[in-house]
């Protein structure tokens, strides 16, 4: 009864994206891009950090609305109370454009506790990783 209750309360983040990635599916098509979300279902946000939910869909927009040709890989992990998020362009044509659009949720990432890093903007894989308390 108490799993129950607690799927209930929290938001599985793999479903979080799923549902995210539909507002991206035009872009992904018209790109030529295909995305793979890896992550685990058993990976929820409490109740307590859903001011993260719109950093998140933002997010995948920008990673997905960016890319070309390309195929995005998406997992997480959880370490104790933090979860990292980690999207992956596997092969990224313009990081620069990547890292404007990404600047442009910093500020709201940074007010719903979350911190944004973008990794390797100048090299074939590009990996952006969203953390947050949860």
């Given at each position: ?124 894989i590009a990996t952006v990783s ?5």
């Amino acid at each position: 009864m108490q799993s129950h209750q607690k799927e209930c309360e929290n938001l599985s983040l793999q479903t979080l994206i799923n549902k995210s990635l539909l507002c991206s599916s035009t872009a992904a098509h018209k790109n030529k891009t295909v995305v793979i979300n890896s992550v685990h279902p058993g990976i929820y946000i409490n109740p307590a950090s859903h001011r993260v939910i719109p950093v998140i869909t933002e997010l995948l927009e920008a990673v997905v609305g960016n890319a070309k040709n390309s195929e995005i890989c998406i997992t997480a992990e959880r370490f104790r109370e933090v979860v990292i998020l980690q999207v992956q362009d596997m092969h990224n044509n313009n990081g620069y454009a990547l890292g404007f659009s990404l600047q442009a949720i910093e500020k709201e990432a940074m007010d719903a506790g979350a911190f944004i890093q973008f990794k390797d903007q100048q090299h074939r894989i590009a990996t952006v990783s969203l953390s947050f308390s949860n």
